[in-house]
């Protein structure tokens, strides 16, 4: 194992039907016991992971600002490592919210905004307002400039099918310039299992390109690369992921299909690191053998079939040829 980010879900609720997502945490599906992960369940599985943590980061099938336990889960992140972030839809963020999760130590926040027009907003995250979530975002930039510049901003955008350079180069000028958030983050849309907007690496480059030439300096460089940072390379993600019951998984992709190496609440590391599925999983990212059989729990995953894959990779021209990707 190598340090890597962990994912950690805190509930398995969410109070939007966003049309893209396909997490089954929504307010509608109305067929799950809401529940909550706990500060102190948090602890134990953290503590079986303690030595690996880069950094910690709450998102997954949910929305996690429903924990009403999240201060507790932040604080208890804190324990082991100095980067705490949040990604979140940022309807609930009220300036008290703010300040509480502040206060108990997340360092990041990542709001899903994924448009700067109110009326597209409001047609894409049902249920939420584009006005609100803008307000809390001008809250916590005013909280950074005036209180805690170590705080780090993001808007996340998920790129549409019918999204254009010029759409993209306006919501970079509207967050990013207007309203000086640290850093926009892109990924493209992802519909039952592929990627849709193909050739979107073509078109960053472009967007880079056509901002530099209007003097505006922005590194779109990675794929989603918010809020991940780790020395080493694992897949596309590199992390951890812990879902709201404790399973735990090589990424966030395995909390629906329930493909995961076990549970950190109830094993202990040393009995999940003997099993065939982690070990082969380790062996094959650690060793970057891409010339064998895929791990079982990677064999159906999108990202290794898409140009990013290679893209992030990064490993040299050769490696990885033995993955079918897809053509742009
Ligand atoms: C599942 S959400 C959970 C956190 C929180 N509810 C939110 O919306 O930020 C995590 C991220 O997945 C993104 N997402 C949801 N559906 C997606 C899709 N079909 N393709 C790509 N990204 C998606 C969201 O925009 C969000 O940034
Ligand atoms: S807010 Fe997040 S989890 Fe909820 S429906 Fe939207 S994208 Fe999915
Ligand atoms: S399933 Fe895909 S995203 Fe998850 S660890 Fe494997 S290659 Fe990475």
Redesign the pocket.
């Known amino acids: 194992m190598f340090n890597s980010t962990v994912l950690v879900e805190p509930t398995n609720i969410?109070n939007?039907k966003?049309v893209?997502?396909?997490?089954r945490c929504t307010v509608e599906a109305g067929n799950e016991k809401v529940q909550y992960l706990m500060p102190d369940q948090l602890d134990i599985m953290l503590s079986k992971l303690n030595g690996y943590i880069s950094n910690v980061v709450f998102?997954?099938?949910?929305?996690?600002t429903l924990n009403p336990y999240l201060e507790g889960l932040v604080d208890v992140a804190r324990k082991y490592t100095e980067q705490v972030a949040i990604?979140?839809?940022g309807i609930m963020l009220t300036p008290e919210r703010i300040d509480s999760l502040i206060a108990n130590g997340v360092t990041w926040f990542?709001l899903?905004i994924?448009d700067h027009r109110e009326q597209i907003y409001n047609g894409i995250r049902k249920y939420s307002d584009f006005k609100k979530v803008e307000q809390n975002l001008d809250y916590l930039i005013k909280v950074r400039n005036e209180r805690n510049n170590s705080i780090f901003i993001v808007t996340?955008k998920?790129v549409f099918e019918n999204d254009t350079i010029d759409s993209l180069k306006e919501y970079v000028k509207y967050f990013y310039i207007d309203k000086d958030v640290n850093k926009i983050t892109f990924?493209?849309?992802?519909?039952e299992g592929s990627i849709k907007k193909k050739n979107w690496i073509i078109i960053r480059n472009k967007l880079e390109n056509s901002l530099i030439q209007e003097n505006i300096h922005i590194n779109l460089s990675d794929f989603a690369n918010y809020p991940y940072a780790t020395l080493h390379k694992y897949c596309g993600t590199n992390l951890f992921f812990i879902s709201h019951e404790g399973n735990f998984a090589p990424c966030g992709l395995h909390t629906r299909d329930g493909n995961n190496f076990g549970n950190l609440l109830v094993e202990s590391l040393e009995d999940i690191k003997e099993k065939d599925v982690f070990k082969e999983y380790h062996s094959f990212w650690k060793n970057r053998k891409y010339d064998c059989k895929k791990p079982r729990v990677c064999e159906n995953c999108y990202l290794l079939r898409s140009p990013y894959f290679k893209y992030c990779l990064n490993e040299g021209y050769e490696a990885g040829k033995c993955f079918d990707l897809e053509k742009v």
Do not use: K, W
Request: charged share 15%; glycine share 4%.
């Open positions: 969410c939007l966003c893209m997502c396909e997490a998102q997954g099938d949910c929305e996690p990604v979140t839809n990542a899903s994924d996340h998920i990924a493209p849309l992802v519909c």
